[in-house]
């Protein structure tokens, strides 16, 4: 049988051979070009207003099943001491697509000169559809020639399902050099199951992530890391029992930004990500290519990641808070 359909049956098998489905959140490689999926306490951080739209194509050659987008909007609300943003995200995965849309507050707080925190609540709503027609069973396969008849499998009655979603996060940052941020997505777990009588709650998505950016000389005038620096990172993601550890560096020397990152599940390598990105100040797009290191191997096509950040006019032009730093990508 051909290695893709077989890849999908196996596949449809295995998510409806059980009574519910365990989801799992999309995972992006351009963290900081996505920042308020990354951790909502980023929402406003630069304090003008921003837009940022990120598409991500992973496994490509498997017939474009695993495609995700994501568009968000924030800025800095003076009256308010924060940051307000909206962000949503639509994935498919194979059969299963899922859509959230949630808005977010960040307050932001000034401990001392050098250090200051973002402390955010995010509320929304999140959907998981299920496409049945796109499904195959162990018993629609005829041994042998592989041909697809009618199944016994019985169709659930609800095929989109929904609830209320609750995240949170917090961010420090210290001597605009040095940040930390830890997150947890889902907190309230909403549940997604498709069958009456069997409940699936959505696993809660811890986020710890950390890093800094060191000059290599004088700033020049301009946004966040318009300057020649190195950015060390760290960002590990932990959702039921799944967990990555991703570290790597981005190399800024204006107008463009490369970055060669680590992707790693513990068990095994996962990817080695390669970054390129070009900033202006009115705008930046980057794209990355995640090699696969896994036993998945890289006949899958491996994962396009795009995105693109848009910068607007402030409405003011001095504000109380200073934004904490962090990498462009």
């Known amino acids: 049988m051909h290695t893709k359909a077989a890849a999908i049956l196996l596949l449809g098998s295995f998510l409806c051979a059980v009574t519910h489905v365990s989801a ?5 490689s351009q963290f900081y070009a996505n920042p308020v999926y990354l951790n909502p306490a980023l929402a406003g951080n630069i304090i003008c207003p921003r837009v940022a739209l990120n598409y991500r194509n992973q496994y490509p050659s498997l017939g474009g099943s695993y495609v995700t ?3 968000a909007a924030d800025m800095y609300v003076d009256a308010l001491s924060g940051g307000m943003a909206l962000i949503a995200t639509s994935d498919m995965t194979g059969p299963l697509a899922s859509f959230s849309a949630n808005a977010v507050y960040s307050y932001h707080l000034k401990i001392t000169e050098k250090l200051r925190m973002n402390a955010a609540l995010q509320a929304g709503y999140y959907q998981y559809r299920l496409n049945w027609e796109e499904l195959v069973f162990e018993d629609m396969i005829v041994p042998g020639t592989g041909e697809i008849v009618s199944g016994y499998e019985q169709q659930p009655a609800e095929l989109n399902v929904g609830d209320v979603d609750f995240s949170t996060g917090m961010v420090l940052g210290y001597d605009e050099r040095f940040y930390l ?3 947890a997505h889902h907190i309230t777990n909403p549940d ?3 069958y009456q009588g069997n409940i699936s709650r959505l696993a809660t998505r811890f986020t710890i992530h950390a890093g800094g950016i060191f000059n290599l000389k004088q700033e020049l005038a301009g946004r966040e ?3 020649f620096s190195l950015s060390p990172n760290l960002v590990y993601m932990q959702q039921g029992e799944f967990h ?4 790597g560096l981005n190399f800024n020397f ?3 930004v490369t970055g060669l990152w680590l992707r790693h599940n513990f068990e095994n390598p996962d990817a080695l990500i390669v970054l390129l990105g070009f900033q202006q100040p009115q705008f930046k797009i980057g794209y990355s290519f995640d090699f696969t290191l896994s036993q998945m191997g890289m006949p899958a096509g491996g994962s396009h990641e795009v995105s693109f950040v848009w910068y607007l006019p402030c409405l003011k032009k001095e504000f109380k808070y200073k934004a904490i730093n962090c990498p462009s990508f």
């Open 24 to 28: 799992q959140d999309a995972a992006f």
């Open 69 to 71: 987008y994501n568009a």
């Open 181 to 183: 941020g830890i997150a």
């Open 192 to 194: 997604l199951g498709f």
């Open 225 to 227: 890391n318009d300057n």
């Open 244 to 247: 990555q550890l991703n570290t």
């Open 254 to 256: 204006y107008p463009f």
